[in-house]
């Protein structure tokens, strides 16, 4: 017997269907992809719609004007710096590490002016922060 041995056409992967398929994905991906500008967020805080505050018996209350000031339980801080923070709260907490410290912060004061008074509990080794906000009630909405 003879048996033929004829060329053997090698398998190819055809890569056309492949194209096609990612193609398509990335058309959707492209499509469904939302992009929001932070710049047109409209924020008024803070006010929120949450149960009475309660009172701790060793809270040192922490005020932030919305110029950026701080008082740190009616006493108004001369200097704006992170140490001057600190040392007003460590000797508020007169050595106690478990004061809560309420931060009440005008709703038009920066963000860096509340992240200061953070840090400046972190710092004296507070730990337990809240902030103080108006309901909306009390806000007359």
């Known amino acids: ?12 992967i055809n890569l056309i269907p492949f194209i096609d398929v990612l193609l398509v994905v990335l058309i959707f991906l492209m499509l469904s992809t939302t992009y929001s500008k932070f710049t047109e967020m409209q924020l008024r805080l803070p006010v ?29 801080l001369p200097d704006r710096s992170v140490e ?16 809560v410290v309420v931060i009440s912060a005008d709703a038009n004061a920066s963000h860096q002016s509340v992240i200061t008074v953070m840090e400046g509990a972190r710092r004296a080794g507070l730990m337990q922060i809240t902030f103080a906000l108006q309901s909306a009630t009390q806000a007359g909405r």
């Not at 017997?1 to 190819?12: N, T, V």
């Not at 505050?53 to 060793?58: A, N, V």
């Not at 001057?84 to 907490?93: K, Q, Y």
């Open 1 to 12: 017997m003879h048996f033929r041995h004829g060329a053997r056409d090698e398998p190819e």
């Open 48 to 76: 929120a719609d949450a149960e009475p505050q309660r009172d701790y018996p060793k809270e040192i209350i922490a005020a932030v004007s919305a110029d950026g000031r701080y008082s740190i339980n009616k006493s108004i």
């Open 84 to 99: 001057a923070v600190a040392a007003a709260l460590s000797s508020a907490s007169r050595g106690g590490k478990d004061s």
